[in-house]
């Protein structure tokens, strides 16, 4: 992943989980959905963050399932600290710090969650990392990617960035921080819906689909079949 990107997440770190909420106006919704496709009969599963940040959707699965065992992985080691403290109170939390689309994963996992981190990827790394993903799943496991996503068309991409904007500015966010996210947005590389659904199924996931789309914010999915 590319050094400039750690550094401008490094950077927004201390204040990342108050800024999210107000960088992302359907954020119940979005998070609500790819919380409520976390599903699993595991009574204690062993469960991925891709890209995992300080840690904000790892907390609400970590909710859902207290008994679970949590590795978080990020190219920050700013966010990663963030998360410690998060978690400070949890001994079922593991922190690997180390570029998720070069890493070598030895465990396997019931479940593999990400949320707006993949889209930082040339998509080539996106499709290697779909199949690297798929492999580190256990059979019958669910792959969980809540991240932003290209238009259809020029014109609907900068729609999109048009009405985030609007909607961010009425957020009441603070202009400095505003253009801090615009800032960083300038290094996104998203993909679209279509594509990432496809390359997922190349990578051998099934029931793969989109439960959550506002604007380039998309929630999708794809299983692992039990042989």
């Known amino acids: 992943m590319d050094s400039i990107i750690k550094k401008l997440f490094d950077a927004g770190a201390e204040n990342y989980d108050w800024q999210r909420r107000h960088l992302i106006p359907c954020f119940d919704d979005f998070y609500g959905m790819a919380l409520s496709l976390v599903e699993t009969d595991v009574p204690s599963p062993r469960i991925l963050d ?98 932003q996503t290209q238009g259809r068309s020029p014109a609907t991409d900068a729609y999109y960035k048009k009405r985030w904007l609007e909607e961010v500015r009425a957020s009441g966010l603070p202009e400095h921080l505003i253009q801090e996210s615009v800032e960083r947005r300038k290094h996104d590389i998203n993909a679209p819906l279509e594509d990432q659904l496809r390359w997922l199924e190349e990578a051998g996931f099934t029931d793969v689909d989109c439960m959550y789309k506002y604007l380039e914010f998309a929630v999708f999915c794809g299983r692992k079949e039990i042989v």
């Open 50 to 147: 891709v890209g995992a940040g300080t840690g904000l959707f790892a907390n609400l699965v970590l909710q859902k399932y207290p008994d679970a065992q949590i590795t978080l992985i990020d190219y920050s080691e700013k966010m990663l600290e963030g998360a410690r403290k998060r978690f400070a109170y949890a001994p079922n939390i593991q922190y690997i710090e180390a570029d998720y689309s070069a890493y070598t994963f030895s465990e396997t996992y019931d479940v593999i969650i990400s949320s707006l981190s993949i889209h930082h990827l040339p998509h080539e790394e996106k499709r290697k990392l779909f199949a690297t993903l798929y492999n580190a799943l256990r059979p019958g496991g669910i792959f969980v990617n809540a991240d």
